[in-house]
Nanobody
Framework: VQLQASGGGLVQAGGSLRLSCAAS????????MGWFRQALGKEREFVAS????????YYPDSLRGRFTISRDNAKNTVYLQMNNLKPEDTAVYYC?????????????????????WGQGTQVTVSS
């Protein structure tokens, strides 16, 4: 599967952005999907994941409530809605696909579980 992330940009603190990840090749519903981010000079970190069904989501405690992941399997697209953005959210955001996922589970929060990665989209939050 090939993944194409988009929707990044420059936004002021407190603003919102919605990222999209379009999948091609194999249908996205075959994979649990995740978003990760990597700030300059830091390790890539988990942001959110969604089950193959779309019915289950998983977030780190630090981001729960501000970020929402969703998917539209008919469109082979996964979304990340980011609200009340903060300067520390500045990073390159990557979407990723995890094969061999349980249909109803989103509990996949580590990098090594994901096999396919998109190219990343830059999010910059100004103070």
């Amino acid at each position: 599967v090939q993944l194409q992330a988009s929707g990044g940009g420059l936004v002021q603190a407190g603003g919102s952005l919605r990222l999209s990840c379009a999948a091609s090749g194999r249908t996205a519903s075959s994979y649990a999907m995740g978003w990760f981010r990597q700030a300059l000079g830091k390790e890539r970190e988990f942001v959110a994941s969604v089950s193959r069904s779309g019915g289950d989501t998983y977030y780190p405690d630090s981001l729960r409530g501000r970020f929402t992941i969703s998917r539209d399997n008919a469109k082979n697209t996964v979304y990340l809605q980011m609200n009340n953005l903060k300067p520390e959210d500045t990073a390159v955001y990557y979407c990723a696909a995890r094969p061999n996922s349980i249909y109803s589970s989103a509990y996949y929060g580590t990098l090594r579980e994901y096999k396919f990665w998109g190219q990343g989209t830059q999010v910059t939050v100004s103070s």
